[in-house]
């Protein structure tokens, strides 16, 4: 299977301890974003990576968080000092993005449940 | 501000009824994708569409785009309980930037019972 893949599945941390999350795309996506999905909502975007470079970063992405993507391939997205607020589902998904004025279908791994007690 | 209303929040039929579900903006979109999601999985993509007033069939479903690209709507035909799940609908608001990220709504839970 070639699809977006994530690691952990599940992590469960205690408040004030550092997390790392791992996505890894399909292969040749040469764009990458990270969504945060909390219970009974829909997801929202949190930042993206075209190739290398992270082109933007939400409002919700304190401090706390940040994002690489060292090679234009897999990502990594940590948090820092957790609280009991980021706990949450952290999607990512990837596309194939040509040119301006043209679509950008994402497709989404399974995602990192991710519970700070 | 949820910038996509889903109606409605929630969906409970029996087997082998019709239903249609509907996504709402004021906002116009250049693209809108549709997505299902099982607990605990990220959402799987059923179908983009783009142009206003586009209708795309994924065998029982059926996807319309609003000729305002403001809204969309998803009807299943003779619903079956492998049906259940999250539907979500994810406009793209392309204000000539190269970001495309998703806008969400909250989602259509669908149970069908058999």
């Known amino acids: 299977d070639t699809g977006v893949s994530q690691d952990p599945r599940h992590k469960i941390t205690k408040r004030g301890q550092n997390v790392t999350f791992r996505c890894d795309p399909i292969?040749?996506?040469?764009?990458l974003y990270w969504y945060r999905q909390t219970l009974g909502q829909g997801p929202e975007f949190l930042t993206y990576f075209q190739n290398e470079a992270q082109l933007e970063k939400s409002r919700l992405l304190s401090d706390r968080f940040s994002a690489e993507r060292p090679k234009g391939s897999f990502s990594t997205l940590e948090i820092q000092r957790t609280e009991q607020g980021d706990s949450a589902m952290y999607l990512c998904a990837s596309s194939f993005f040509r040119t301006s004025g043209s679509t950008d279908t994402q497709y989404f791994g399974p995602g990192t449940r991710l519970t700070v007690l | 501000t949820q910038l996509l209303e889903q109606s409605p929040q929630f969906l409970s039929i029996q087997e082998g009824e019709n239903l249609t579900v509907y996504c709402n903006s004021s906002s116009v979109f250049s693209s809108l994708q549709w997505y299902r999601q099982e607990p605990g999985e990220g959402p799987v993509l059923l179908v983009t569409v783009v142009t206003g007033g586009e209708v795309k069939k994924l065998k029982r479903l059926t996807f319309q785009f609003g000729d305002a690209r403001k809204d969309s709507s998803l009807h299943i035909t003779a619903a079956q309980p492998g049906d259940t799940g999250l539907y979500l609908c994810a406009g793209v608001v392309n204000s000539g930037g190269s970001n495309y990220k998703l806008t969400f709504g909250k989602g259509t839970l669908l149970t069908v019972n058999p």
């Open positions: 292969s040749e996506h040469n764009r």
